[in-house]
């Protein structure tokens, strides 16, 4: 397969997915700015990415404005991602009652000023990190990690939005087609050559439809990212169509047991198979089904193991399983993980969350959690994909996305940001990127 990556198109590259773990540790039992401590351990971040002072219980204040032209606006320029990283963590309440369990993160975003409360015109919002504990839906203090796609680096990455809490979608944020004006991921709209479109639904279940020029089977060119895009207890889950024509989204409450769905913000970004970091080696990738192999699918032609760069999965326990990734461990980049739920929103999926914590063997255990009655329990969901899992490292983080079957043009994106990054895909075989996404004929 021929892939384009963008850095070689010899055109001037951002620098790169911003990246971070972040330590939390409760300091009281209140949720004041003092109540906890907010931090990147030592060397486990890049450079565009730190932390921004005010965080609190359960809430984690983030900026990527180094990455962006000093440009504070985080939220207009990209998309962040959050992870929990901790498969289990004790935390205390108000009243100081010692609590243990587990809970999903959110993508959420504060409204700020630049000093001038009367002068709206200068305002703008920055991400932070919504923690919230499954089934209880109380802040959780918990080890978390992020990632943010700059809208800059061409990634079909975005972030859909409501006006009234539990309507439709009335906005979404995604990079800008500078050609055309149009983001690359339009509401409602149709999929053309340069810009997919999210077909906003009204009970939390959404269909992703990618640009057409990327000729992207979705059932195996690429993996989908999702999470909860607002400051409640809800998660995100995705799964590609029976057909590979799009992907569907859903949103839920990490306290419903069950089919139940909730209208609510989500926040997307697709990784395509072939992806490399900055320097053309291809990151690890790949969906795991919940027996721990990984995911294979036939197109009537052949079959399609999604995994790539060398990554191994193992399982011993139901619902747990430990990855390893040859030259990088916990330390050295953000593991990115997403639920899947199933084509007929009934399979054992459908309701099941994932953390991950580093292992003492230099790898990750990765939890995939039934919501249940009460706390939320560790499952196998058998033979069918349970997680999708991107690592991204902190050295030569991959500057933008390295499409495979690709034909045509997707345009030059352009946002926000002072003297922004350009790039055009121009669909000729430029590289030959070799990837372990395995193929075998039938």
């Known amino acids: 397969m021929f892939v384009v990556p963008l850095m070689l198109l010899g055109v001037q590259q951002a620098a790169g997915v911003e990246l971070a773990n972040f330590n939390v540790v409760q300091n009281d039992f209140g949720n004041n700015a003092t109540s906890v401590n907010f931090t990147i351990p030592t060397g486990q971040s890049t450079a565009g990415a730190a932390v921004r002072e005010g965080s609190n219980a359960g809430d984690y204040n983030l900026d990527f404005s180094a ?45 700020l000023n630049n000093g001038t409360p009367e002068d709206t015109a200068d305002d703008y919002e920055q991400y932070f990190i919504a923690t919230a504990a499954s089934n209880s839906g109380i802040e959780l203090n918990t080890n978390v990690s992020a990632a943010y796609f700059p809208f800059s680096e061409g990634w079909i990455t975005g972030a859909a939005n409501n006006t009234a809490n539990g309507g439709v979608f009335t906005s979404i944020n995604a990079g800008i087609i500078s050609s055309t004006g149009n983001n690359i991921v339009t ?57 590979g024509d799009s992907f569907h989204i859903i949103t839920r409450d990490n306290g419903s047991n069950g089919t139940s769905t909730e209208q609510d913000p989500v926040a997307f ?4 198979f072939g992806q490399t970091n900055a320097v053309g080696t291809p990151i690890a ?9 990984f995911a294979t699918v036939n197109d009537g032609i052949s079959d399609t193991t999604l995994v790539q760069g060398g990554a191994t999965v193992s399982t011993s326990i139901d619902g747990l399983y430990s990855l390893t990734i040859p030259g990088q461990d916990p330390s050295t980049g953000v593991l990115m993980v997403s639920p899947e739920s199933s084509l007929d929103n009934t399979a054992a999926s459908f309701d099941n969350f994932v953390t991950y914590q580093p292992n003492q063997s230099g790898g990750w255990d990765i939890a995939v959690r039934d919501i249940g009655l009460r706390q939320a329990q ?65």
């Open 269 to 272: 970004v697709y990784v395509p």
């Open 285 to 293: 990738m790949g969906k795991v089904n919940g027996d721990g192999t």
């Open 67 to 111: 990455s962006q032209g000093g440009s504070k606006d985080d939220v207009a320029n990209g998309v962040m991602f959050p992870f929990v990283t901790q498969n289990f963590s004790k935390h205390f309440d108000k009243a100081g009652i010692p609590l243990y369990g587990v809970g999903t993160a959110s993508a959420a975003k504060s409204l």
């Open 187 to 243: 509401l409602n709209g149709s999929p053309t050559s340069t810009t997919g479109t999210l077909f906003g639904g009204t009970n939390g279940q959404h269909q992703l439809f990618l640009p057409t020029n990327l000729n992207a089977d979705t059932r195996t060119d690429g993996l989908l990212f999702v999470a909860h895009a607002k400051n409640e207890d809800n998660y995100a889950l995705s799964h590609p169509s029976a057909s």
């Open 378 to 442: 560790l499952e196998s969901v058998g033979a069918i994909p349970a997680f999708s899992f991107a690592f991204m490292p902190f050295a030569n983080a991959p500057t933008g996305p390295t499409y495979g079957n690709f034909s045509g043009s997707i345009g030059s994106i352009s946002t926000s940001v002072p003297e922004p990054t350009s790039l055009m895909l121009l669909g000729v075989p430029v590289a030959l990127a070799l990837w372990a996404r395995r193929r075998s004929c039938v």
